[in-house]
């Protein structure tokens, strides 16, 4: 006999958590996640989850560490209510820039955030376009992966640009760009760019041809913009037409919008793994929604099927 299929949530995304059950046709289940007087997590589960399949979705976005303890706390509830199988669903893996040891003394935070998952009693992960493949490898559990690059594909197959092509706005996102050039028949851009600080970058030369074309520049991430900003004003200047961007996971710190408003970017599409309601009012921004693909994604993992389908 299976076990039961139940969907919990905590506060980073909830519009996302719902709109994944009603796909799934089903209701979350009952937990109680709010805070003590002094601020620490406090969370109940209402709902009998003994013997069940259950699923956590729980960004890790701002405010990363309550989002990051809600989940951690969920999950040793759950745990210790006697859950079967609890999966950790990440739509966005927060800490997950510090993947490496790249200068002195620093933190790999981002497998420092693995160890807690599976200490907390998660069985499995389920995440979207991790900043580096290589987190994959931080898990001694089963972690799958999704793509949201086929919502983006499909998004911009329907605008039915004619001479476009895909530029990536850093070496690092090549095999991310010859995914969208390859499902939108497109030719492929390197934009070469030295980083002159963390959050501060200077484009310095391009590999291929923007004159008159329309560019797409697909990542993983927009944090403050400061990349996509220079990279469109460097595209600009070298003849492109209209610019358009697609960032799974839009954190838009700092002054983003504002520097993408007065930026020559056409559309900034974003999806759903963060919250976007404030985004609405910005003509600029276009948000897609992923939740058909969390929730195809979570019933192949419940019946046991594969993944990779989703993606071929």
């Known amino acids: 006999m299976k076990n039961k299929l139940q969907i919990f949530s905590g506060n980073a995304n909830n519009k996302l958590a719902k709109e994944v059950a009603e796909l799934l046709e089903m209701k979350l289940s009952d937990a109680f996640v709010g805070k003590f007087p002094e601020g620490e997590i406090r969370v109940k589960i209402n709902d009998n989850v003994r013997g069940s399949d259950v699923f956590v979705i729980q960004p890790t976005c701002a405010p990363t560490n309550d989002n990051l303890m809600e989940l951690l706390v969920m999950i040793d509830a759950l745990r210790r209510a006697s859950a079967k199988r609890i999966t950790a669903v990440l739509p966005f893996y927060g800490y997950a820039r510090q993947d490496r040891k790249d200068q002195p003394r620093v933190p790999i935070s981002a497998k420092l955030v693995a ?117 469109a004003k460097f595209l600009k200047a070298k003849g492109a037409g209209e610019i358009y961007a697609c960032m799974t996971h839009g954190l838009f710190t700092g002054q983003a919008e504002a520097k993408i408003a007065d930026a020559p970017i056409k559309e900034v599409v974003v999806t759903n793994t963060i919250p976007q309601d404030r985004r609405n009012g910005n003509n600029k921004v276009k948000v897609l929604s992923i939740a058909k693909l969390f929730a195809e994604a979570i019933d192949r993992i419940h019946e046991e099927k594969t993944i990779s389908e989703l993606f071929r």
């Open 115 to 231: 160890n807690l998952l599976v200490t907390a009693g998660a069985n499995r992960v389920l995440t979207m376009d991790l900043h580096s493949a290589q987190i994959g490898g931080f898990f001694d559990i089963p972690l799958d992966h999704l793509l949201a690059f086929p919502v983006f594909v499909e998004y911009f197959k329907k605008k039915k640009l004619k001479n476009f092509c895909i530029a990536t706005a850093d070496t690092g996102g090549i095999k991310l760009a010859w995914k969208f050039a390859e499902k939108l028949n497109a030719e492929l851009v390197v934009v070469d760019k030295k980083r002159t600080g963390p959050e501060s970058v200077e484009a310095m030369h391009i590999i291929g041809d923007v004159k008159g074309k329309d560019v797409i520049i697909p990542d993983d991430m927009l944090a403050t913009g400061g990349t996509l900003v220079q990279a």
